[in-house]
């Protein structure tokens, strides 16, 4: 393996190992460390173990498969716009999947009742703007024109969205989680629903990777090792949309533990279940 691979893969695994393990040992309740360890040991009374293994769990997973999402999506939308400070929330990918349900719930609908494919959809005509605006003239080749096109367009987005929120109550009400984004109280349920996206996403963006090697070093010498630099933008732009709209709509589902906190008040406290954060 390459020894600069290598010193980047330790430190970041072991920043992996620090984030999951606070993750599991700390909360808001009452349930300590002592008591959550005692959880993973396999022991641990009943409170400490719904805490641990029905809230922490749960979140902390939901927590990674995000944050892979975001990653892999990130480095994807760089090499395919050949600019190391393209990313989903600069170029506007991640509030095209905001706005998109924004303004389905304004329609009417539920937050809980949102598809993930909402989320999608959003994210790839986020995607296809922010690419759209790379192929411009004069803005193609210039890469700080690229990233003040995407600011002004995730900006725009941000504000079409404070405008619907202002105008319906409700719909600010229902979206609150969506906008700003949270793995409190997620459950597994979260991943079969989002899972099949990001899994998806994360296949498009290894079938694309040779391919995203090569436009890294520019379309003529990409066409002349074989590839086709539009098809590679293409599914490069399909696996960012999927990646991304997944993991917001992931990080905004609604808590399913809440109701088991207050149909249960005497398996828990009512200050531990508030807000589903363990």
């Given at each position: 393996?390459?020894?600069?691979?290598?010193?980047?893969l330790?430190?970041?695994?072991?920043?992996?190992?620090?984030?999951?393990?606070?993750?599991?040992?700390?909360?808001?309740?009452?349930?300590?460390?002592?008591?959550?360890?005692?959880?993973?040991?396999?022991?641990?009374?009943?409170?400490?173990?719904?805490?641990?293994?029905?809230?922490?769990?749960?979140?902390?997973?939901?927590?990674?498969?995000?944050?892979?999402?975001?990653?892999?999506?990130?480095a994807?939308?760089q090499?395919?716009a050949?600019?190391?400070?393209?990313?989903?929330?600069?170029?506007?990918?991640?509030?095209?999947?905001?706005?998109?349900?924004?303004?389905?719930?304004?329609?009417?609908?539920?937050?809980?009742?949102?598809?993930?494919?909402v989320?999608?959809?959003?994210?790839?005509?986020?995607?296809?703007?922010?690419?759209?605006?790379?192929r411009?003239r004069?803005?193609?080749?210039?890469?700080?024109?690229?990233?003040?096109?995407?600011?002004?367009?995730?900006s725009?987005?941000?504000?079409?969205?404070?405008?619907?929120?202002l105008?319906?109550?409700?719909?600010?009400?229902?979206?609150?989680?969506?906008?700003?984004?949270?793995?409190?109280?997620?459950?597994?349920?979260?991943?079969t629903?989002?899972?099949?996206?990001?899994?998806?996403?994360?296949?498009?963006?290894?079938?694309?990777?040779?391919?995203?090697?090569?436009l890294a070093?520019?379309?003529?010498?990409?066409?002349?090792?074989?590839?086709?630099?539009?098809?590679?933008?293409?599914?490069?732009?399909a696996?960012?949309?999927?990646?991304?709209?997944?993991?917001?709509?992931?990080?905004?589902r609604?808590?399913?533990?809440?109701?088991?906190?207050?149909?249960?008040?005497?398996?828990?406290?009512?200050?531990?279940?508030?807000?589903?954060?363990?």
């Amino acid at each position: 393996m390459d020894r600069r691979l290598l010193r980047g893969l330790v430190p970041a695994a072991a920043v992996l190992v620090l984030a999951v393990s606070g993750s599991l040992l700390f909360g808001a309740g009452q349930v300590g460390p002592a008591r959550a360890l005692g959880v993973l040991v396999g022991s641990g009374d009943v409170d400490a173990r719904f805490a641990v293994l029905q809230l922490r769990v749960p979140r902390t997973v939901v927590a990674v498969a995000v944050g892979l999402a975001l990653g892999v999506a990130g480095a994807v939308l760089q090499t395919a716009a050949r600019n190391p400070l393209a990313e989903p929330g600069l170029l506007g990918v991640s509030q095209g999947a905001s706005f998109a349900v924004v303004v389905v719930i304004a329609s009417g609908a539920g937050a809980a009742t949102v598809a993930p494919w909402v989320a999608v959809l959003g994210a790839g005509a986020g995607c296809a703007l922010a690419l759209g605006a790379a192929r411009l003239r004069g803005t193609g080749d210039d890469p700080i024109r690229l990233v003040l096109a995407g600011a002004a367009l995730s900006s725009l987005l941000g504000a079409a969205t404070s405008v619907l929120l202002l105008l319906d109550q409700r719909t600010a009400d229902e979206v609150r989680f969506w906008t700003v984004g949270s793995v409190a109280g997620r459950d597994l349920d979260t991943l079969t629903q989002v899972g099949p996206v990001l899994a998806a996403g994360l296949v498009l963006a290894v079938l694309a990777s040779r391919a995203l090697s090569a436009l890294a070093l520019g379309d003529t010498v990409a066409q002349g090792l074989g590839h086709r630099p539009a098809r590679t933008r293409a599914v490069a732009m399909a696996a960012t949309a999927l990646l991304v709209g997944g993991a917001v709509a992931a990080r905004a589902r609604s808590c399913s533990s809440a109701w088991w906190c207050r149909s249960s008040p005497e398996r828990w406290s009512a200050r531990t279940c508030a807000g589903c954060w363990p």
